[in-house]
């Protein structure tokens, strides 16, 4: 039962994949719905946190979450680090952009005569994750690694990288995990415990487990 476990609590959750603009009329994204993000909300807004969403995708909001529509990784970035103070949980659902346009075109890009070829200047976004941990006071991290090989190896590099609490590593190459789809299968890895395998199964009942655990730890804390 999730009833105010969170209570009190400022969940902060990133959905969706980060649009990043090539011209006026074309951008680089990703396969990211956003149910994971907004499977979240839900599930924390369930638990009585006080639940801010930034999201890139535009979904049927769950009720008494506040909902921020943002699009590049850098608007998803100081969306985040405005409230990261006041804030408690953070879920990093969303798919971001390693890479943006080093100068997006103002104007439709023409097809140059004869052109076979062409190539665009990309530049590194931040590691908006990896920022958060370093900064982070209180702060309680859950980040995802969406993998297509060597799933646990790469995960655990990203938990100790990020410097976060929580990393669910989802093999998004199996049938219904990840990108998409309206259930997942993750491992949990934290800094001190054996990776944990969850079963497939429907994002909300997921991220209502995830977050179940997550209170507990917080409850244990705060003995
Ligand atoms: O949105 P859905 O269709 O429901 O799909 C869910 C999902 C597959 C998108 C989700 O489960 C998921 O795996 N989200 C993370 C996707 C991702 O970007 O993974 P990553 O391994 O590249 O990044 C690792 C972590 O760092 C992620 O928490 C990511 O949000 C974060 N990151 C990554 C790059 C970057 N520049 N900044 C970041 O903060």
């Not at 909902?67 to 850098?74: E, F, T």
């Not at 969306?79 to 103070?85: G, P």
Request: charged share 25%; glycine share 6%; proline share 4%.
């Amino acid at each position: 039962q999730q009833d105010g476990r969170l209570k009190g609590k400022r969940v902060m959750i990133s959905a969706g994949g980060t649009v990043e603009e090539i011209d006026p009329v074309r951008y680089i994204s990703n396969r990211s719905s956003g149910k994971m993000g907004y499977a979240f909300a839900q599930a924390a807004a369930e638990a009585g946190a006080q639940v801010t969403l930034i999201t890139t995708s535009l979904r049927s909001v769950p009720a008494g979450v506040n909902v921020i529509q943002v699009a590049s990784a850098r608007e998803m970035q100081t969306a985040l680090t405005e409230r990261f103070e006041v804030t408690d949980i953070v879920v990093m659902a969303a798919a971001v952009s390693d890479y943006r346009l080093a100068e997006p075109a103002s104007q439709k890009m023409k097809k140059q005569p004869n052109q076979e070829h062409l190539v665009l200047d990309l530049v590194e976004n931040p590691d908006i994750l990896a920022d958060l941990g370093a900064q982070k006071t209180h702060q309680y991290l859950i980040g995802f690694a969406a993998e297509t090989e060597d799933l646990i190896e790469h995960a655990h590099e990203k938990l100790i990288k990020k410097n976060v609490d929580l990393l669910l590593a989802n093999d998004v190459s199996k049938p219904n995990v990840g990108f998409g789809h309206d259930t997942n299968q993750v491992t949990v890895l934290s800094p001190n415990a054996e990776p944990i395998v969850l079963p497939l199964q429907d994002k909300l009942a997921l991220a209502r487990e995830i977050l179940n655990q997550v209170a507990d730890q917080i409850a244990e804390e705060d003995k």
